[in-house]
């Protein structure tokens, strides 16, 4: 498993961005994945995680209704749509693999990490 985030950047708050995580590896689908983020300053923090098909999704309470995650096995990517953004959502936003557990909201459950992309909300 290889993770590559993107899709970050500048936005209003208000507005809505797409994340992507690519894997360039073979085992993408054996995974349940997630997204977490940083902010400054800040504990990493878990947002939204996804079972291996993609069957079933679990948020936290602060995206809930907001944000969706998704997957495209045969892509090998996962994705984070955010909409309605709020500048309590800036963060670093990093995607993660691994976990053998869907539902798993701590950074210890997950093996493999992407680099981050940042996500800025303007006020």
Same mark, same amino acid.
């Given at each position: 498993?290889?993770? /590559? *985030?993107?899709?970050?950047? &500048?936005?209003?708050?208000?507005?809505?961005?797409? &994340? $992507?995580? #690519?894997?360039?590896?073979? *085992?993408?689908?054996?995974? #349940?994945?997630? =997204?977490? !983020? /940083?902010?400054?300053?800040?504990?990493?923090?878990?947002? *939204? +995680?996804?079972? !291996? $098909?993609?069957? @079933?999704?679990?948020?936290?309470? $602060?995206?809930?209704? !907001?944000? +969706?995650?998704?997957?495209? @096995? #045969?892509?090998?990517?996962? %994705?984070? /749509?955010? @909409?309605?953004?709020?500048?309590?959502? +800036?963060?670093? %936003? %990093?995607? #993660?693999?691994? $976990?053998?557990?869907?539902? *798993? +909201? !701590?950074?210890?459950?997950?093996?493999? =990490?992407? /680099?981050?992309?940042?996500?800025?909300?303007?006020?």
């Amino acid at each position: 498993v290889q993770l /590559q *985030a993107s899709g970050g950047g &500048l936005v209003q708050a208000g507005g809505s961005l797409r &994340l $992507s995580c #690519a894997d360039s590896g073979r *085992a993408f689908n054996n995974y #349940a994945s997630a =997204w977490f !983020r /940083q902010a400054p300053e800040k504990e990493r923090e878990f947002v *939204a +995680t996804i079972s !291996r $098909s993609g069957g @079933n999704t679990f948020y936290a309470d $602060s995206v809930t209704g !907001r944000f +969706t995650i998704s997957r495209d @096995n #045969a892509k090998n990517t996962l %994705y984070l /749509q955010m @909409n309605n953004l709020k500048s309590e959502d +800036t963060a670093v %936003y %990093y995607c #993660a693999s691994g $976990s053998s557990t869907f539902r *798993a +909201t !701590r950074v210890q459950s997950y093996a493999y =990490w992407g /680099q981050g992309t940042l996500v800025t909300v303007s006020s």
